[in-house]
């Protein structure tokens, strides 16, 4: 009985390090899309920025 009990911990163990890792890279992976995002933001806003003067004024 207790080789079993044993063996349940091991298994909720390995369930929850599989669970914390998978949440680590799901988080990992959201800073990297709101760094590129920002970016994308920052470059669509200098885009928007040149093409808001009319033709020929500077």
Known sequence: MQTGLWFLFVAF???WAVLFGY???LRARQQR???EL???DA???RR???TDA???TS
Do not use: N
Request: proline share 5%; glycine share 14%.
């Open 48 to 50: 928007e920025g040149e």
């Open 23 to 25: 949440l680590a890279s």
């Open 43 to 45: 470059a669509l806003g």
């Open 13 to 15: 163990a390995v369930v």
């Open 54 to 56: 009319p033709a020929g």
């Open 33 to 35: 899309l709101e760094v």
């Open 38 to 40: 920002r970016s994308l």
